[in-house]
């Protein structure tokens, strides 16, 4: 316990120089330290180190006032761009500035247990140049017990997250096609009545099928993991499903079957036919289900990618674009994010996933080759990212062949926005981007030497979650190499090269002729049978290294909590010795020298020079505590008293808003009263137009009457006369009208034809039809005096009843004007 060490942890992030160079990073404890050194930047302004938090030994556990921190930044130059971190030691240094940081203004802060360490701006100064700044950073300090756990050392993940580790290819086994399917999520799976929270314990079996509605042997099959009691579970796996070896042309189908656990309940399965698929062209759809419960269908997030080598194209061959990390500097308030990569200049703004409804009318091939596109999703990644692929040691990779590499590759960055419109929990929109980087991808590719490159991520103006990444830059690190460059892939060719030149021995070749005899079809049968057993065998010993994994990794944890516990049990002991060193300070420093002098005569009578003073620091407190009450109870009545003020202006503002609206209403009155007389003089002119159209009307009637009258009294007349002159003599009556009749025809010819000798005036001619004429006026007159009677009498009663409402509305607001000037007064 007595060599356990307190130790300084340092870290440094948001590195900013002028001007884009290789940059790196020392620190020292004083001048007699270790120096420690960050790894070599790429070639940037603004750096993101990989190794930028150190753990500094102190020589005590308790910090001296007079020790620092003295930092120095270099710049690296005759350096080629875009080389990893793998080549620190290439390259010429220079310093470029330096800073020293005095830890006694921190000590306190620094010795607090149940802080959170310090936090510096810190700039980079050149000395020798009259203090000119040459950049700057953030600086986060804080003592921590001896290092025992190692600052690369990562832990395996745990069971139940959703962070999963990429397939590897089996190295006993060539392709000539492969599948790659990524199962991400589902959501609303059916219930379970059978369980007792009613939850399902969903997961996925999906494999190779050789016919249509036929599923897969068990051997065959890949399970994803299981979510217990969750309806919508997110299973993040990916799985590679090559061709079988008998089977090397583009045929079958993907079995693929959703199912809960609880009773091995089989929800729906898909069969997804492979000849319908293009290589290299993945498909990322949404995959809705027949099966529905309370109108809610399971929906299924999956990609698949088919991957093939070109055989017309001799030289296109299958690469491996791996993406070795990607460093956040700092770390953004994220989980989760995707890395997309597109080709073919393909710009996107959201995580697209195409809809197959499988109660649709379009087929089931119809719709993947619909659902076919130029993009890659990756797996869900965690901030910072795990290495999911142990292959490579990377977080990601992406297969192409060889020729797509000038096809516009980019990448793009997917975190959770909750702006977009989705059922799923994953990410969804798009927050940062990259340029166009074939040229890089070819360098790297071409290169002798394996080397990593540097690409930043720009983050996206248009995305809502900008916010939580504009303080992080964001570096992708990444390299490209041929498929066979693994080392596990070489292994294996190797091994069979070496299978190859096995030469044959006369028993083989004896065994070879007997074996082509008669009994051919038997030993072809017995050597299936053994094929069959021997990949029985395989899976078996597959299975045996899953669970001797496994136990590494339960091991590997273990040793992890074994480290803990040696790291609790030493800083318990570091604790406890300074609990006692503080507890032995506090003795001492209650017996001082100037006590120990004193008499008890002096004692005495200083102990109760202090009882005095203690007794009236006591008293002022006492008075200090009633006149802070009294405030506070002022304090209380004023706020109480600023609140009814409040509610009493707030009634007053009401009431002055009322008392306008009443004003502008009794402004109108005197309007509507000048309305309402000219309204009765306008009706008492009617009311007289009225009534002498009404004589008129009476008048014209009786002369009418008079008229027809008179005219029954001329023809009464006219028959009289002519039976008091004729008598009954008809018969010379007749003759008489005749011989008029005959005289008026003559007059009539003579007549003609004196006006066609000269002109005749017709003035004092035709008085009938004059008589007529005026009948008409007069007959025109009667209707034209009716209609405006009728419409006298209408208009009157329309008048009378907007009289009457006015006089109403008149009184209403006479009272109100009473009442409001009462209470004014």
């Known amino acids: 316990m007595d060599q356990q060490r307190s130790s300084l942890c340092v870290s440094m992030h948001n590195v900013e120089f002028a001007k884009d160079y290789h940059y790196f990073i020392t620190v020292q404890l004083n001048a007699d330290g270790e120096k420690k050194r960050t790894d070599v930047s790429a070639q940037v302004a603004a750096p993101v180190f990989a190794a930028s938090t150190f753990i500094i030994p102190l020589s005590n556990f308790k910090l001296d006032i007079n020790d620092y921190l003295h930092f120095e930044a270099y710049v690296v130059t005759d350096r080629e761009q875009g080389r990893g971190p793998d080549l620190d030691n290439q390259g010429q240094a220079r310093l470029l500035g330096e800073c020293i940081l005095k830890l006694g203004d921190f000590t306190g802060a620094l010795t607090d247990i149940s802080g959170t360490g310090v936090r510096q701006h810190l700039k980079f100064v050149r000395r020798n140049d009259k203090q000119v700044t040459v950049g700057r950073f953030i600086v986060n300090l804080k003592l921590v017990g001896e290092q025992i756990i190692p600052i690369n050392d990562e832990k395996p993940l745990e069971s139940d997250e959703i962070f999963q580790p990429l397939p590897a290819s089996d190295p006993f086994m060539s392709f000539v096609w492969r599948l790659r399917v990524d199962i991400r999520a589902c959501i609303d799976m059916p219930l379970h009545r059978d369980s007792q929270s009613g939850l399902p314990r969903g997961f996925v079996k999906l494999g190779w099928s050789q016919y249509d509605n036929q599923p897969p042997s068990e051997h065959h099959m890949h399970l994803t993991k299981i979510r217990d009691q969750n309806r919508h579970p997110i299973w993040n796996q990916q799985f590679l499903i090559p061709n079988p070896q008998t089977i090397t042309a583009l045929d079958g189908y993907l079995y693929l079957c959703l199912m ?185 590719y071409y290169s002798k030497e394996k080397k990593q490159a540097f690409f930043p991520i720009t983050w996206s103006d248009e995305s809502k979650q900008r916010p939580l990444f504009m303080n992080s830059r964001c570096q992708v690190e990444l390299t490209c190499m041929e498929a066979a ?240 002159v004729y008598g009954e003599d008809i018969g010379e009556l007749e003759r008489y009208k005749q011989e008029c009749q005959r005289l008026e025809k003559i007059v009539a010819n003579m007549k003609e034809e004196l006006r066609n000798k000269r002109p005749v005036s017709n003035s004092g001619a035709d008085w009938e039809q004059e008589k007529m004429e005026l009948e008409v006026k007069l007959h025109k007159a009667n209707a034209r005096i009716e209609a405006l009677q009728d419409e006298m009498t209408y208009n009157a009663k329309n008048y009378a009843k907007e009289i009457a409402q006015l006089k109403l509305i008149i009184a209403e607001k006479q009272a109100l004007l009473d009442s409001l000037t009462m209470g004014g007064q």
Do not use: C
């Open 260 to 444: 809960d656990d609880i009773g091995q309940r089989e929800i729906e399965s898909v069969y997804f036919p492979i000849s319908q698929m293009r290589p290299f062209q993945p498909m990322n759809f949404e995959l809705q289900f027949k099966y529905a419960e309370y109108e809610a269908r399971p929906r299924l997030y999956m990609s698949i990618t088919l991957e093939m080598a070109d055989k017309q194209k001799f030289l296109d061959e299958l690469i491996d674009i791996i993406v070795k990390m990607i460093h956040y500097d700092p770390l953004p308030y994220a989980s989760r994010t995707n890395l997309i990569m597109t080709l073919n200049q393909t710009k996107i703004k959201e995580v697209p996933y195409s809809v197959i409804d499988l109660k649709g009318a379009p087929t089931l091939a119809q719709a993947l080759s619909n659902a076919q596109s130029d993009v890659f999703i990756s797996s869900i990644m965690k901030i910072p990212p795990h290495k999911a692929d142990k292959v490579y040691n990377a977080v990601a990779v992406f297969t192409l062949p060889k020729s797509q590499l000038e096809s516009g590759i980019a990448f793009y960055l997917a975190t959770r926005d909750d702006t977009i419109k989705s059922m799923h929990s994953m990410p969804n929109g798009i927050v940062g981007y990259s340029e166009i980087i074939d040229d890089w991808l070819r360098k790297l």
């Open 485 to 724: 460059d693994n080392t596990a892939i070489s292994r294996v060719s190797s091994s069979k090269k070496s299978n190859r030149l096995i030469p044959r021995t006369p028993e083989m070749k004896a065994l070879a002729e007997n074996v082509s005899g008669a009994d051919r079809s038997k030993w072809d049968i017995l050597s299936k049978e053994l094929s069959q057993k021997q990949e029985i065998i395989h899976r078996l010993m597959k299975e045996v290294d899953d669970k001797t994994e496994s136990l590494k990794i339960t091991g590997t944890e273990i040793v992890d909590l074994r480290r803990q516990v040696k790291l609790l049990q030493s800083e318990n002991s570091i604790l406890r010795k300074r609990l006692a060193h503080e507890e032995s300070l506090e003795i001492q420093s209650i017996i001082t020298k100037e006590i120990a002098v004193m008499s008890m005569e002096e004692l005495r009578q200083k102990i109760i020079k202090v009882a005095q003073a203690y007794r009236n620091e006591r008293v002022r407190n006492e008075e200090f505590e009633k006149a802070l009450k009294t405030a506070q109870k002022d304090i209380a009545s004023a706020r109480q008293l600023e609140v009814e003020l409040e509610s009493l202006q707030r009634v007053h503002q009401e009431n002055a808003k009322k008392m306008l609206v009443m004003q502008q209403e009794i402004q109108k009155v005197g309007v509507y009263k000048e309305a309402v007389k000219k309204q009765e003089t306008v009706i008492s002119k009617l009311e007289k137009l009225m009534e002498t159209s009404l004589k008129d009307a009476q008048k014209a009637r009786q002369a009418q009457l008079e008229v027809e009258q008179l005219k029954s009294e001329n023809l009464n007349l006219q028959k009289q006369l002519k039976g008091i």
